[in-house]
């Protein structure tokens, strides 16, 4: 049979199983690779370190062939939660054969990238753009924490096996269009929930023009649009990457086969994107540059994982040599590695930015996830980044717009939205490094023997919590009624003040909803106090964005039992069954518009009912009954009926 790039790496990591599974069929898969960021990290190595609880020391090491612990994420250590955090995460690295890399070394996919990412594995990561990596031709996918956690301690990794999408790439970027407007122009097209349970496999004469940092900011972004991952083709342009991060031999290459089969296939000319901007509040809302010419810019933020690159910096760098930035902005720029810092140091480009007034910041997430650099009140911010949720920078009126160095560069500039083409005819030529001639990352591996170490748990980390099984029958009150695209930092935020508490549940369970509805967590205490169960209903794609457990585990440790969407986001989903919360579907659209908060249902026989796949519901107060849809494989009823997987994962090794 002739097999695309999905199929041939699924392929070679089936367990249990030798025929290719069918769209939506579930797969169990083996992953040779695996990484986690601090932000996420802590509980997922709490949930590793109870899962083994049981097994001899002999038994306890990871059992995957590269596992990673990135620090990128909560560097801000204004208290010291974060930097006990950190500590744990050193010491539970060293313990278990993980290894970590310290704050300071670099954002989490860039690092990934430039020195773990190979062609043709499987990478699962607790962060939603663990995607990045896949620009080599390796299946990574950002997954919720737990499934890192199981796959640490060897179980297979499962998921519902996605459609293949073919984008074939024609044609060629005009001059100041990049990557980054290309897939600006995809999310346009196919808006924030057009990729759910969905791959991106790029081919076409389009993808040879690519270098594989521009191809990473296409995978990386991928993930705004609800896909499981994006890939491209393993050829001559990631061998040369490989060969410059001294990594030819990690190499090989991997094309799909001639003649292969797609699932939906797409034909795009890449000479008729134009610049493009994501306005505020979502990464679909995309229009050209030039319709907001002249729009005037308060802040300018150059980074994230999706645009920090070494290529990103060097085009940053020289467009800004003997220029000097606007008066009215305040420029800020996020190096994706210290590496790529040493780089533009060694090649006489680093003194170009402080020298036009750019705040050179670590190579952190920083201002992506709101640690710093929130904007003025009702500001204006431009940011290389890929999300710009309502409130996530920190400043909740303020207004952030997606876009491309170029465009942002422009906007530093000019102090304006203006179109990058003014920067003059021709871009700059961007000479990249044969070989990367600096020091290698601070990376700490672990040692063959760890018997002896002690891993250290500060005071912030608290026990998880323990859910109880499904009851029988379940009696609910809609607690909120939501609308379509509630992302991740909508039901929990980020930020550094809710952040430093990702170890601590009950801590950080108070900022349920915070930033939308402050005074919804003292409605949900009244109710729970009456030990009432809650439920939350809501419109399309619930959940989109970031990979935090946290927003499901809140939601549970709240007693809230079932979510009742019109569609979910595919990473909430599976983390709303990890942690024992039914996601049910609208079968009939319109029952979501005869529901309001406080009404009162009653759901009986869950456990026979969920077996069929479906749920009837009776609303007390209206005399009404509806049903909806509960698509689950048998595993995972299993582990809703366990109260979630850690019960049900443990169940297992008893
Ligand atoms: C994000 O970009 O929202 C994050 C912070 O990287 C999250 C992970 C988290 O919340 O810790 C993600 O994208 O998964
Ligand atoms: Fe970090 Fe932002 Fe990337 Fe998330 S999206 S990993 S916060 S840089």
Redesign the pocket.
Known sequence: MKKNIVQKIISSHLIGKSKLPLPQEEVALKVDQTLT????GTLVYLEYENIISGRPSSLTRVKVKIAVSYVD?NTLQSSYENSDDHKYLQTVAEKYGIIFSPAGNGICHQLHLENFARPAEILIG?????STSSAVGMLAI?VGGLEVACVLAGEPFYMNMPKVVNIYLTGKLKPYVSAKDVILYLLKKFTVKGGINKIFEYTGDGIKNFSVYDRATITNMG?ELGLTSSIFPSDEITKKFLTQQKRKKDFSVLYPDEGCSYDEKYEIDLSNIEPLVALPHSPDNVVRVKEIEGLKVDQVCIG??TNSSLKDMIFLCKTLAGKKVAKNVSVVVYPGSRQIILLLEKLGLLKNLYEAGVRVMEPV?GA??GQGQAPISSGVSVRTF??NFEG?SGTIDAKVYLTSVETAVACALYGEFVDPRRLGKNPIKIVLPKKIDVAKPNFIYPKKTTKHLEVFYGPNIKPLPQFMPLETNLDLKIIKKLGNNIS??DI?P?GTKI?SL?SNIPAISEYIFHRKFPDLINKIKTETAKAKNLCIIAEENYGQ????E??AIVQRYHNIRIVIAKSFAR?HKNNLINFGIIPAEFIIKSDYDNLDEDDELIIEDVIKQLDTGMLEIKVVNKNLVFRVEVDLSSREKEIIISGGKLNYVRQKYQ
């Open positions: 960021q601090d932000a996420t994420h607790s962060d939603s753009h663990t950002g993930t994230s994982c997430c992506c996830i890929n999300r996530r991740t930092d929990l980020a952040l990702r964005g970031s990979s935090r946290h927003a990473i």
